[in-house]
């Protein structure tokens, strides 16, 4: 089993920065890729991006392409998000995800909430 923990959200206005964090622990070694999601009051769950832990590859969703950065600390089993130039509507409840297979999202996050304002 793998458990996921983020953090690092936070109220922020147009413009600004935030690194969220995903702290995963447990059976890690059993992960091939990790990815964000977020979630709008009544809107569907969107995917973010997506970092494969076999060759350190990424992608991004095009609507945070340029803005959001990922990252990791192998060392501490972490991922990391870097917003920047956050807009309104990025603000939503992200949750990371982690997958036992490159087509796969197997433990989810209990999300941190972003929030971002004109």
């Known amino acids: 089993q793998v458990q996921l923990a983020e953090s690092g959200g936070g109220s922020v206005q147009t413009g600004g920065s935030l690194r969220l964090s995903c702290a995963a622990s447990?059976?890690?070694?059993?992960?091939?890729?990790m990815d964000w999601f977020r979630q709008a009051p009544g809107k569907k769950r969107e995917w973010v991006a997506t970092?494969?832990?076999?060759?350190?590859?990424?992608n991004y969703a095009d609507s945070v392409k340029d803005r959001f950065t990922l990252s990791q600390d192998s060392a501490k089993n972490t991922l990391y998000l870097q917003m920047n130039s956050l807009l309104p509507e990025d603000t939503a409840m992200y949750y990371c995800?982690?997958?036992?297979?490159?087509?796969?999202?197997?433990?989810w996050g209990q999300g941190t909430q972003v929030t971002v304002s004109s």
């Open positions: 995800a982690a997958g036992r297979t490159l087509s796969s999202w197997d433990y």
């Open positions: 447990g059976y890690t070694d059993s992960i091939s890729r």
């Open positions: 970092f494969y832990r076999g060759g350190a590859a990424t």
